[in-house]
């Protein structure tokens, strides 16, 4: 009875150390498989990250191949519109010196003010928009008046110029471009040459005073252009009686 007890006891303890075993395994086992499955959770995760990323290259390199050839069709339409320009801007330049030239300004459009053997006149930038706007065949054109400054922007064309009027030959005015810009992009000056080739804008105000004068100066304000004129001696002897 005695070793019968005892190799029960025995095979009992076997039992318990194979059952901790047991468990001891399973659980390690159990570990094994939710650190795989954490593993393949991940792998799945960096892959869909890893095709999420291919997606958004194919896109970008797409949206770059779109804007390269958007880019190019506007490079090719901008290219189109200035070779365009500079066909027509010599024929509205010559077209807008005849507008000026001939075209009459009222004297109670010009602020006239008398000074020994010479005249100081004003006229408003208005004055000559409206003049030019006169000529419906025109592109439109206006003019603004700055200090030391004129500008001259057709809206149509995109095309905007500045620079100064000088005197030129006693009587003419000519436009002295110093800068420029084309859809907002500015022009070198090998541009803008380009687009006087044919004539630069020169024109003759025809006042109503007198024509035997002579601009001794001339200068921009706000609005408006400002010149000195010296009349000759019988006209300035006519304006004294």
Request: proline letters at 4%; zero cysteines.
């Given at each position: 009875?005695?070793?019968?007890?005892?190799?029960?006891?025995?095979?009992?303890?076997?039992?318990?150390?194979?059952?901790?075993?047991?468990?001891?395994?399973?659980?390690?086992?159990?570990?094994?498989?939710a650190?795989?499955?954490?593993?393949q959770?991940?792998?799945q995760?960096?892959?869909?990250?890893?095709?999420?990323?291919?997606?958004?290259?194919?896109?970008?390199?797409?949206?770059?191949?779109?804007?390269?050839?958007?880019?190019?069709?506007n490079?090719?339409?901008l290219?189109?519109?200035?070779?365009?320009?500079?066909?027509?801007?010599?024929?509205?330049?010559?077209?807008?010196?005849?507008i000026?030239?001939?075209?009459y300004?009222?004297?109670?459009?010009?602020?006239?003010?008398?000074?020994f053997?010479?005249?100081r006149?004003?006229?408003?930038?208005?004055?000559?928009?409206?003049?030019?706007?006169?000529?419906?065949?025109?592109?439109?054109?206006?003019?603004?008046?700055?200090?030391?400054?004129?500008?001259?922007?057709?809206?149509?064309?995109?095309?905007?110029?500045?620079?100064?009027?000088?005197?030129?030959?006693?009587?003419?005015?000519?436009?002295?471009?110093?800068?420029?810009?084309?859809?907002?992009?500015?022009?070198?000056?090998?541009?803008i040459?380009?687009?006087?080739?044919?004539?630069?804008?020169?024109?003759k105000l025809?006042?109503p005073?007198?024509?035997n004068?002579?601009?001794?100066?001339?200068?921009?304000?706000?609005?408006?252009?400002?010149?000195?004129i010296?009349?000759?001696?019988?006209?300035?002897k006519v304006?004294d009686?």
């Amino acid at each position: 009875m005695r070793d019968l007890t005892r190799n029960t006891q025995k095979l009992m303890e076997l039992l318990e150390e194979s059952k901790a075993k047991q468990l001891t395994e399973k659980e390690n086992l159990a570990q094994k498989i939710a650190s795989l499955e954490d593993n393949q959770k991940l792998l799945q995760e960096s892959l869909t990250k890893k095709k999420q990323l291919i997606q958004d290259q194919e896109k970008y390199l797409t949206s770059l191949k779109e804007k390269r050839e958007s880019y190019q069709e506007n490079l090719s339409n901008l290219q189109l519109n200035w070779d365009e320009l500079k066909t027509s801007v010599p024929v509205i330049i010559k077209e807008l010196s005849r507008i000026i030239d001939e075209g009459y300004i009222p004297p109670e459009k010009l602020n006239i003010s008398f000074n020994f053997m010479s005249i100081r006149g004003t006229i408003d930038e208005k004055t000559l928009n409206d003049l030019i706007s006169e000529y419906p065949l025109l592109p439109k054109i206006v003019l603004k008046f700055y200090p030391n400054n004129v500008q001259i922007s057709m809206p149509e064309e995109n095309l905007v110029l500045s620079g100064n009027f000088v005197i030129q030959e006693a009587q003419a005015l000519k436009f002295q471009v110093k800068e420029g810009s084309f859809y907002g992009m500015p022009l070198d000056a090998g541009a803008i040459e380009d687009l006087f080739l044919k004539g630069d804008l020169v024109f003759k105000l025809k006042l109503p005073m007198s024509t035997n004068y002579r601009l001794n100066s001339i200068r921009t304000r706000d609005g408006s252009l400002e010149l000195t004129i010296t009349l000759d001696a019988e006209e300035a002897k006519v304006k004294d009686d």
